[in-house]
């Protein structure tokens, strides 16, 4: 495994994300200049990556919501501001995932494990409730025509089939709370599902206020 380090994203890092966001996402477009430089205007505590010697290799870009007004119903573009991250709320109890994405050729190393660990830094360091994401579901699509989307989950969660990024969630203590439709209805491989997943902190103390230090990494 390859000497990797987890941080802060930088505004310098910025080209090489959009460039590595369009090798993991061929068929969806990759994020602007602006709306990255915007998620870390916003919440530059909340923005990771992970490099070695060679590069940058991944990512992990979170808000901080107020999980009441979105638990219903959501899509990703409606929780993010389309990326811009506008919906973020400070006072909020929960980090929400907006994304974490890998090298195609660092995948299999431990690298997401890092990223998930990463957040699950942040989530203790500013005394948050839990995190909260909704996960693609990669392996629906070759499963769409014998299965309903709710089926295929409950088959990945007992165990009796992998999805790529379910399965790999659940593996992080990630707990499985429900399902999304229309999520990111350019995803093919979800046909546009999600999987809602929630790790909540063993340490979260509710008399203590969220704490929003300038850097935790």
Same mark, same amino acid.
């Given at each position: 495994? &390859?000497?990797?380090?987890? #941080? ?12 590595? =966001? ?9 994020? @602007? ?5 915007? !998620? ?5 505590? $909340? =923005? ?17 919501? @107020?999980?009441? +007004? ?10 993010? *501001? ?8 400070? +006072? %909020? ?13 660092? #995948? $299999?190393? *431990?690298? %997401?494990? !890092?990223?998930?660990? *990463? ?15 909704? $996960?693609?579901? &990669?392996?629906?699509? +070759? =499963? ?9 989950? =409950? ?13 790999? !969630?659940?593996?992080? %203590?990630?707990?499985?709370? %429900? ?12 046909? $546009?599902?999600? @999987? ?11 008399? #203590?206020?969220?704490?929003? &230090?300038?850097?935790?990494?």
């Amino acid at each position: 495994m &390859p000497n990797v380090r987890v #941080r802060h994203t930088r505004p310098e890092d910025i080209p090489a994300l959009i460039a590595l =966001q369009a090798r993991v996402y061929p068929n969806i477009p990759p994020w @602007s200049r602006r709306k990255l430089a915007e !998620q870390l205007d916003v919440f530059p505590q $909340g =923005q990771i990556v992970a490099e070695t010697g060679d590069g940058l290799i991944g990512c992990a870009s979170a808000l901080i919501v @107020s999980w009441d +007004e979105w638990a219903e119903s959501h899509t990703w573009k409606e929780i993010t *501001g389309a990326g811009t991250f506008e919906n973020h709320t400070p +006072e %909020g109890k929960t980090l929400y995932g907006a994304e974490v994405f890998v090298a195609p050729e660092a #995948r $299999g190393l *431990g690298i %997401g494990h !890092q990223l998930y660990e *990463g957040r699950r830094t942040l989530c203790r360091a500013m005394n948050l409730k839990r995190i909260i994401a909704c $996960g693609r579901l &990669p392996g629906y699509h +070759e =499963q769409a025509a014998e299965m309903t989307p709710e089926f295929y989950v =409950q088959q990945v969660v007992c165990g009796d089939l992998h999805d790529p990024v379910l399965s790999f !969630q659940l593996h992080e %203590g990630f707990h499985y709370s %429900g399902l999304v439709e229309d999520y990111l209805p350019e995803d093919t491989e979800s046909c $546009g599902y999600a @999987s809602i997943i929630v790790w909540l902190n063993p340490d979260y103390d509710p008399d #203590r206020p969220t704490v929003i &230090p300038e850097t935790i990494l």
